[in-house]
């Protein structure tokens, strides 16, 4: 097929980038012809309250990549519909994450030129989604001819949602992966000690995600435990200095390590592989592109039983399940995982890694475009 995918790619950072990235380059491995238009911004100012939003290390670029979308200046938008219309593709593929795009993609489905369009759904709506949020989501999403999301729970709303519109799922796989290094090597390179137990949250740190519910759960561990939490990521707006006073109030200079600021690829390896245990705390979610990486590179996870994060992490098999915003409950896990159980679950992360790869992602959406186009 002759596919045109838009979405955030080269030289933008993020989930979103990244993903989109490989996708594109595994439906072209599989002979599609490909074309990638990509943004020249990814977001306003006032949105993404980071440092910023590129890091030319995070995408690989791209020859099939044109970078023509602008989601934050309408007057551009029609110049984007032009340059995808004469691509004469089969199909328009365009993920779906926040509002923020909404616009652009309200725009693109306007066209009466356009062929199919399939949404990859990673948020049926912004996480904290107001009731205009829901309805900018509603109105992209309910213009297109296919869905593709990333656990069935999130297929079975959206099928709720969208009646009559085919939805397909499939479990998102890690990006980026490479062959994990010995843990030793990796901790020496971040001046962690090798005798402790070491829980990691890593990634961009926003409220929803509980970070402060995890620091509160290490303040509950008996004194004398081994475990030291690191948390590495990028804090949205003011949770930064919050975090850090959050901190120094519960005394856990010795149990918490905050690292905040971006992680880059190579840090983002070092930390994966020099973790005992990945912690996803989240108050609330859809699903976790954080979890397959980490047991892509055998580390077992602890996490929270919210959206489609529970058809990943297993509980008892590669991880822990436990309820959301119940700091006392992932103090109780921590204590439960010894070294020798956390040595089963990392051999069981590596075995459910294997279900996370691209082909079979690739596969699951082939199948969709099958339907729709």
Known sequence: MRLTVFGPGYPFRGGIARTTTELVRELGSRGHEMLFLTPVHQYPRWLYPGISDRDPEACPPLDVATAVLDPLDPLSWRRTRRCAEANRSDAWIMPYWTWAWAGLWRSLLTSS??????????????????????????????????????????????????PGVPVAHHPLPAVGEGTPEDRRTARRRLGLAEDRRVALFVGLIRPYKGVDVLLEAAAGLPEGSDWLVVVAGEPWGRLGSELEQQAETLGLVDRVRLDLGWVPEDRLADLMDAADLLVLPYRRGSQSAVAPMGLARGVPVLATDVGGVPEVVKDGVNGVIVPPSDAAAITAALEGLERDRLDGLAEGARRSASMLRWPGYATAFEELLAEVV
Do not use: K, M
């Not at 369009?117 to 992209?140: E, F, G, Y």
């Not at 213009?143 to 709720?160: D, I, M, N, P, V």
């Open 113 to 162: 030129r356009r062929p199919p369009a399939v949404a990859v759904v990673h948020n049926p709506a912004d996480h904290d989604a107001r009731i205009w949020q829901r309805l900018a989501a509603r109105r992209v999403l309910g213009g297109c001819r296919g869905l593709f999301t990333h656990a069935s729970s999130l297929a079975e709303q959206l099928e709720r949602d969208y």
